[in-house]
């Protein structure tokens, strides 16, 4: 007698990450309680599962949700506002000043419910953040029905958030400590850079890390300026600082990472971190091409982020998967440098396995979440098609994404957001840019 479960999804092609490489073609996801309880071919599914709802993709490709490795989702509302200038002019002139008249709860909240609408249109189900008021965010990411990694965001200076360092880690733990039982929700320490935060706080923040088993997220080497102000006022570049203070290991995750020599490859890879790649945005502020040929080469896990839409300027994790496989080509002199099931890769697990998340997310296990997108690889502006992942990373674009799932539960139903009021979102946006444009 066949077993009754929530769903069956039917698909052409199924990719589940895990084993390394696999297309599954003409398989079914048998998903209950939301939750993914078998991957098998399509006869053999209906035979042994009889589903409550059941849904037919025959053009599709179907794969795990992405997992955005590092963001400042609330910076959506500052889209476009401070374009066409280089990292410190663009922070130094333009977004902390717009930060310290407008961010507030209220911001954060409605910043993020918009980035989190757009990220779930393009496939992305999860996304680590770094930004203040986390309660406000959390509120957001559970509105929209989608996961998210918070980051307990520390500075050394005043903020419409906190006062200071010790004042940031005292409201994100609190924060922490009440979403604890949220589970779509999780935490890291999220110190801001090594130019931002002084050693007697990193030494916290390590400390914390150890007792709460919590990744640590942070920038770090994203502009040689960075590394000269380093060695002025430390001695020291900016990773051995880091490295003498306890901030590297297995829980590091290293955003941008992209002015690196030899040895610092060969430390980020032998100490376990992780690095989130945000080729987009590095190319935009021209802060470098990060050598992710090299670290993968040593073993490195590297993930993939979009930063924020203040530098970006959209949350697409497809368009990131094909930067960084490009520039890797480019920057390498070698074709065969991050093919596109590595890109895959890094869109998904390495994701899950830097946040400690890859037991429930970042691919598609029986036991795991049901995190799921749906990408149809008919449109007669993509044809012909004849690996559907490298068309995943070289031809599609989110635009060709129809449905996504968070916990089995639909998010994007025939490319249209559910339960979105995209009236009320757009006042909200409307609203905050009129304030920033009278500021």
């Given at each position: 007698?066949?077993?009754?479960?929530?769903?069956?999804?039917?698909?052409?092609?199924?990719?589940?990450?895990?084993?390394?490489?696999?297309?599954?073609?003409?398989?079914?996801?048998?998903?209950?309680?939301?939750?993914?309880?078998?991957?098998?071919?399509?006869?053999?599914?209906?035979?042994?599962?009889?589903?409550?709802?059941?849904?037919?993709?025959?053009?599709?490709?179907?794969?795990?949700?992405?997992?955005?490795?590092?963001?400042?989702?609330?910076?959506?509302?500052?889209?476009?506002?401070?374009?066409?200038?280089?990292?410190?002019?663009?922070?130094?002139?333009?977004?902390?000043?717009?930060?310290?008249?407008?961010v507030s709860a209220e911001f954060v909240h409605d910043g993020t419910l918009l980035a989190c609408w757009e990220m779930l249109r393009g496939g992305i189900t999860c996304f680590n953040d770094m930004y203040f008021f986390p309660r406000a965010a959390a509120a957001a990411a559970m509105a929209a029905g989608m996961r998210a990694a918070l980051g307990i965001t520390v500075f050394e200076f005043p903020s419409a958030y906190g006062s200071g360092a010790d004042d940031y880690l005292a409201k994100g733990l609190a924060a922490?400590?009440?979403?604890?039982?949220?589970?779509?929700?999780?935490?890291?320490?999220?110190?801001?850079?090594?130019?931002?935060?002084?050693?007697?706080?990193?030494?916290?923040?390590?400390?914390?890390?150890?007792?709460?088993?919590?990744?640590?997220?942070?920038?770090?080497?994203?502009?040689?300026?960075?590394?000269?102000?380093?060695?002025?006022?430390?001695?020291?570049?900016?990773?051995?600082?880091?490295?003498?203070?306890?901030?590297?290991?297995?829980?590091?995750?290293?955003?941008?990472?992209?002015?690196?020599?030899?040895?610092?490859?060969?430390?980020?890879?032998?100490?376990?971190?992780?690095?989130?790649?945000?080729?987009?945005?590095?190319?935009?502020?021209?802060?470098?091409?990060?050598?992710?040929?090299?670290?993968?080469?040593?073993?490195?896990?590297?993930?993939?982020?979009?930063?924020?839409?203040?530098?970006?300027?959209?949350?697409?994790?497809?368009?990131?998967?094909?930067?960084?496989?490009?520039?890797?080509?480019?920057?390498?002199?070698?074709?065969?440098?991050?093919?596109?099931?590595?890109?895959?890769?890094?869109?998904?697990?390495?994701?899950?396995?830097?946040?400690?998340?890859?037991?429930?997310?970042?691919?598609?296990?029986?036991?795991?979440?049901?995190?799921?997108?749906?990408?149809?690889?008919?449109?007669?502006?993509?044809?012909?098609?004849?690996?559907?992942?490298?068309?995943?990373?070289?031809?599609?674009?989110?635009?060709?994404?129809?449905?996504?799932?968070?916990?089995?539960?639909?998010?994007?139903?025939?490319?249209?957001?559910?339960?979105?009021?995209?009236?009320?979102?757009?006042?909200?946006?409307?609203?905050?840019?009129?304030?920033?444009?009278?500021?």
């Amino acid at each position: 007698m066949a077993r009754p479960v929530d769903q069956i999804v039917d698909a052409r092609w199924i990719v589940p990450v895990e084993p390394a490489g696999t297309v599954l073609d003409h398989h079914s996801l048998i998903v209950d309680a939301g939750k993914i309880v078998a991957l098998l071919p399509t006869p053999e599914a209906h035979r042994q599962y009889a589903a409550r709802r059941h849904l037919r993709l025959t053009e599709h490709l179907l794969l795990p949700g992405f997992i955005n490795l590092h963001t400042h989702a609330a910076m959506a509302l500052l889209r476009g506002y401070a374009d066409d200038v280089p990292l410190m002019r663009w922070l130094q002139e333009r977004i902390w000043p717009a930060e310290s008249r407008l961010v507030s709860a209220e911001f954060v909240h409605d910043g993020t419910l918009l980035a989190c609408w757009e990220m779930l249109r393009g496939g992305i189900t999860c996304f680590n953040d770094m930004y203040f008021f986390p309660r406000a965010a959390a509120a957001a990411a559970m509105a929209a029905g989608m996961r998210a990694a918070l980051g307990i965001t520390v500075f050394e200076f005043p903020s419409a958030y906190g006062s200071g360092a010790d004042d940031y880690l005292a409201k994100g733990l609190a924060a922490r400590d009440e979403l604890a039982g949220e589970p779509s929700l999780s935490f890291c320490l999220a110190p801001h850079a090594p130019y931002t935060v002084a050693d007697r706080t990193f030494e916290r923040i390590a400390e914390l890390a150890d007792q709460l088993d919590l990744p640590i997220h942070i920038h770090v080497h994203e502009t040689a300026d960075e590394i000269a102000g380093s060695l002025k006022q430390h001695g020291m570049r900016p990773l051995e600082r880091l490295r003498r203070l306890g901030l590297l290991g297995h829980r590091t995750i290293a955003v941008h990472a992209v002015h690196l020599d030899r040895n610092e490859i060969a430390l980020l890879a032998s100490s376990g971190c992780h690095i989130a790649h945000c080729p987009t945005s590095n190319m935009k502020l021209a802060s470098g091409s990060a050598p992710i040929g090299a670290l993968l080469a040593q073993g490195a896990g590297v993930g993939l982020g979009t930063d924020g839409a203040a530098s970006n300027n959209r949350l697409d994790m497809l368009r990131e998967m094909r930067h960084a496989a490009l520039l890797a080509k480019l920057a390498s002199g070698d074709a065969t440098c991050l093919p596109a099931h590595q890109a895959l890769r890094m869109a998904t697990i390495e994701g899950a396995r830097a946040l400690g998340l890859d037991q429930s997310i970042g691919s598609l296990l029986p036991g795991k979440a049901a995190d799921l997108l749906a990408l149809r690889l008919d449109d007669w502006e993509i044809q012909p098609c004849y690996d559907p992942v490298s068309h995943l990373v070289y031809a599609a674009g989110r635009e060709q994404i129809t449905h996504v799932w968070v916990a089995g539960q639909l998010r994007i139903k025939d490319k249209v957001p559910v339960d979105l009021d995209a009236q009320a979102l757009l006042n909200r946006c409307r609203m905050w840019q009129n304030a920033i444009c009278e500021n």
